[in-house]
C-alpha cells in the first residue's frame, strides 16, 4: 500500500514533462554550439577580398622586376654581302656571315629607382590588404552588436507581452464586474497582438543578422556560438598614440615614396641608355685579312618633350600623393576628436536612463498597474506608462549598440587591435 500509485494523468504528465525538459536541453546544445568567434576571425583573415588585394600586391612586384630591368641582350645572325646573281661567299672579299650580340647599359640608377618604385606600391598593396581585414573585422563587430540589440529588444518584448498578458485578465475581471469598458477591454488586447508582431519581426530581424555573418565568413546555415565572442575587448580603455599601426596611413605613406623614387628615375631619365653591341663576321678569307669583327655604341638624342614631360607628371603625382596623405592626417585627427565627443554624448545619455529615467518609468508603470487593478487608473493611462517604459528600454539599447559601434570605429581608426 506504501507504493506510489500514478494514474493515467499524471503519468502522461511525467512524460511532457520529460519531453520538454529534453526539448530545452536540446535547445540549449544547439544554440551554443556554432563556430567560435576565433574561428571567425581566422575566416575574415583569408577572406577572398584580402586574398584578392593581396594577389595584386605580388604582381605589383612582378611588375617591379620586369620594368626594372635592363632587358634581354639581343643576338644577331647576318649574310652580308652575297652576290645577288650567284650568292656565293668567295666572289667578293666583304661576303660573310656576322654573328652579333646587343645589350642595353643604363648610365645612372634609373631602373633600380623604377624597382624600388615598384616594391613601394606593392607595399602600399599589402596595407591596403591589412586594412581591408580591419574593416571587415569591423564588419563583424558591427554585425555582432546590431544581433546583441536585437536579442535585448526581444526579451524587452517578450517581458512586456508577458505583464500585458496579466493586465488582459485583470482587464477581462474588471470588464466582468462593469469596473471597465469593452473598448479598454479591446484596447489592450490590440496592443498585445501589436507586441506580438514585434516580437516576431525581431526575432525575422535576428535571423537576418546571421545571414550577413554567414555572407561575410562565407561559412554555412550556421550560427556563432555568442559565449565565445569577446565583449571585453570593446571595453578595454587605450590611450591614442600616433604609434598605433594604421595601415591606411601606411598604404599612403608607401604610396609617396613610391611617387619619390618614379620621380627620381624621371630626372635620370634625361640621361640616356647606352646600347652596346659586339659583331663578329665569318668570312672565306679570299684577300687573306681574316675575319671581321666590329663594335657600336647607340643612344637617342633627348630632344622630343617625351622626357621632361614625364618629369612633370612625376612631380605633379608626387605632389598630390602628399597632399593625399596630409589630408588623411587631417581627417584622421578630426575623426578621433568627434568619436570621442559622440562617446561623451552617448554615455552621459545612458548613465541618465538608467540612473534616472527608466526608474522613474517602471514605478510609473507599477503605480499606474495597481491603480488600475483597483479601477482608479484609466487603460490609456496604463497603456501610456507601458508604452513610455518601452520606449525608454528600446532607446537604451539602441544606444548602448550605438555606444559599442563608435567604440569599435575608434579602435579601428587608431589602430588598436580587434581581436585577441
Known amino acids: 500500500m506504501g507504493e506510489k500509485i500514478f494514474t493515467k494523468n499524471k503519468f502522461n504528465q511525467l512524460i511532457m514533462k520529460s519531453t520538454c525538459s529534453f526539448i530545452s536541453f536540446w535547445i540549449f546544445i544547439n544554440s551554443s554550439y556554432g563556430y567560435t568567434f576565433k574561428e571567425a576571425i581566422n575566416s575574415l583573415q583569408t577572406h577572398d577580398l584580402v586574398e584578392s588585394i593581396n594577389k595584386k600586391a605580388e604582381a605589383l612586384k612582378e611588375e617591379g622586376h620586369n620594368k626594372g630591368s635592363w ?4 643576338i644577331k645572325i647576318a649574310a652580308k654581302n652575297f652576290p ?22 643604363s648610365l ?21 590588404a591589412e586594412d581591408t581585414k580591419r574593416q571587415l573585422m569591423k564588419s563583424f563587430w558591427t554585425i555582432l552588436i546590431n544581433n546583441r540589440k536585437l536579442d535585448e529588444e526581444i526579451k524587452i518584448i517578450n517581458e512586456n507581452l508577458s505583464w ?22 479591446l484596447d489592450i488586447q490590440i496592443r498585445k497582438s501589436e507586441l506580438e508582431v514585434l516580437a516576431s519581426n525581431k526575432k525575422y530581424e535576428s535571423k537576418e543578422q546571421i545571414d550577413r555573418l554567414n555572407y561575410l565568413l562565407g561559412f554555412n546555415k550556421t ?52 646600347t652596346f653591341s659586339l659583331g663578329y663576321t665569318k668570312r672565306s678569307n679570299i684577300d687573306k685579312k681574316g675575319d671581321f669583327v666590329s663594335a657600336m655604341v647607340t643612344f637617342p638624342l633627348p630632344f622630343s618633350g617625351a622626357k621632361y614631360a614625364s618629369r612633370w607628371q612625376a612631380t605633379f603625382e608626387k605632389a598630390s600623393a602628399l597632399k593625399t596623405l596630409n589630408n588623411y592626417k587631417r ?22 536612463l538608467n540612473e534616472k529615467t527608466i526608474k522613474f518609468a517602471e514605478d510609473s508603470r507599477t503605480v ?3 491603480s488600475y487593478g483597483f479601477g482608479n487608473s484609466t487603460y490609456i493611462e496604463l497603456l501610456q506608462s507601458e508604452l513610455k517604459l518601452q520606449s525608454l528600454l528600446l532607446k537604451r539599447s539602441l544606444l548602448k549598440a550605438k555606444f559599442a559601434t563608435q567604440k569599435i570605429a575608434y579602435k579601428y581608426l587608431t589602430g588598436e587591435k580587434l581581436h585577441e
Not at 645577288?84 to 652579333?100: A, K, N, R, V, Y
Not at 629607382?113 to 599589402?126: C, D, G, P, R
Not at 581627417?331 to 562617446?343: D, T
Open 368 to 370: 499606474t498597474s495597481k
Open 108 to 128: 645612372t640608377a634609373k631602373f633600380g629607382n623604377i624597382e624600388n618604385a615598384f616594391t613601394q606600391l606593392s607595399k602600399a598593396k599589402k596595407f591596403i
Open 71 to 74: 632587358g634581354d641582350p639581343m
Open 164 to 185: 500585458i498578458s496579466k493586465i488582459l485578465k485583470i482587464s477581462k475581471k474588471l470588464y466582468a464586474n462593469g469596473k471597465t469598458s469593452q473598448q479598454a477591454l
Open 331 to 352: 581627417f584622421k585627427a578630426s575623426e578621433v576628436s568627434r568619436i570621442n565627443n559622440e562617446l561623451k554624448k552617448i554615455g552621459y545619455e545612458l548613465k541618465i
Open 223 to 274: 550560427s556563432i556560438n555568442k559565449t565565445t565572442i569577446p565583449w571585453q575587448i570593446i571595453e578595454k580603455k587605450k590611450i591614442y598614440s600616433a604609434k598605433m599601426k594604421d595601415h591606411r596611413e601606411m598604404n599612403l605613406l608607401s604610396m609617396v615614396q613610391a611617387k619619390e623614387n618614379m620621380l627620381s628615375a624621371a630626372k635620370l631619365a634625361l640621361v640616356p641608355d647606352l
Open 84 to 105: 645577288i646573281d650567284s650568292l656565293e661567299d668567295d666572289q667578293t672579299p666583304m661576303t660573310g656571315i656576322e654573328f652579333g650580340i646587343s645589350q642595353k647599359i
